[in-house]
């Protein structure tokens, strides 16, 4: 079964830093890009950044460009999220996953895991 254990959140002040990470089990890592994911109270969820398999390539929404940076260990098993330059609106409770082929690969629903609660507030 895919797990999906996200941590490192919690309470920071605007201009703090975070470093997220996200340990995954049950498929070939390494075979499957990644993604982080964030919803805000009332607010759909939406993806902040990804990464590719081999980690050679990055992408970021738009208005977390040149704070957030998303990297992966393929050894670990695990992908992190450094969190630079935080406001007040980048508050919502962050999700990792993998990229969707492989739910199609293994006929499953797209899982998902608690997610960790980052709390960006003077």
């Known amino acids: 079964q895919v797990q999906l254990v996200e941590s490192g959140g919690g309470w920071v002040q605007p201009g703090g830093s975070l470093r997220l990470s996200c340990q995954a089990s049950?498929?070939?890592?390494?075979?499957?890009?990644m993604h982080w994911y964030r919803q805000a109270p009332g607010k759909e969820r939406e993806v902040v950044a990804s990464?590719?398999?081999?980690?050679?390539?990055?992408d970021y929404a738009e208005d977390v460009k040149g704070r957030f940076a998303i990297s992966r260990d393929n050894n670990k098993n695990t992908v992190y999220l450094q969190m630079n330059s935080l406001k007040p609106e980048d508050t919502a409770v962050y999700y990792c996953?993998?990229?969707?082929?492989?739910?199609?690969?293994?006929?499953?629903?797209?899982?998902w895991g608690q997610g960790t609660q980052v709390i960006v507030s003077s």
């Open positions: 996953n993998p990229e969707d082929v492989l739910w199609a690969r293994i006929s499953r629903v797209r899982y």
């Open positions: 049950g498929f070939t890592f390494g075979f499957y890009a």
């Open positions: 990464i590719t398999s081999a980690g050679s390539r990055t």
